[in-house]
């Protein structure tokens, strides 16, 4: 392999978000070990925190989740006492999710460590900066 093959890569926009990805996931996995849930995770509750009791269609296309993924997820969620399934009185082919105490108690904490980590990065840029960095983000996430 050339020798400058290493460098190449770094140029590369997949590998820059890539590495920026792991770092993120690394600190979520540190900081939400302790509540017993991974990032992937983490985002299904922070969105039902915002809205509990979506249907699992609305839920599933509020994260950008195909269902079969999200059907594990809440799985393991449910497993650990954070969510709960029932079904949509208004339609029998419906399912809601709810969150449970646990989850309600858990929340301001769960959201509170997200919100700990935004700062964090804040730090390193100036206001200006930060809303360039997230527009960014968005246009990329709309891509």
Known sequence: MPENSTVEQHKYIC???????????????AKLSSFG?????????ASLLKNDGMKFKDLAENIDMDGSTLT?????????????????PEDRRSVLIFLT??????????LKTAEEFDEEIKEHF?????DVFIRVLDKITEL
């Not at 646990?102 to 769960?110: F, Q, R």
């Open 101 to 110: 105490e646990k989850a309600n108690e858990s929340g301001p904490a769960l």
């Open 72 to 88: 594990g997820i809440l799985d393991r969620l449910e497993r650990a006492g954070y969510v709960e399934r029932k079904g949509d």
């Open 37 to 45: 849930i991974t990032p992937v995770q983490f985002v299904v509750l």
């Open 15 to 29: 590998n820059k978000l890539n590495k920026v990805m792991r770092k993120v996931q690394r600190f979520y996995e």
């Open 126 to 130: 100036t206001p200006d900066e930060f």
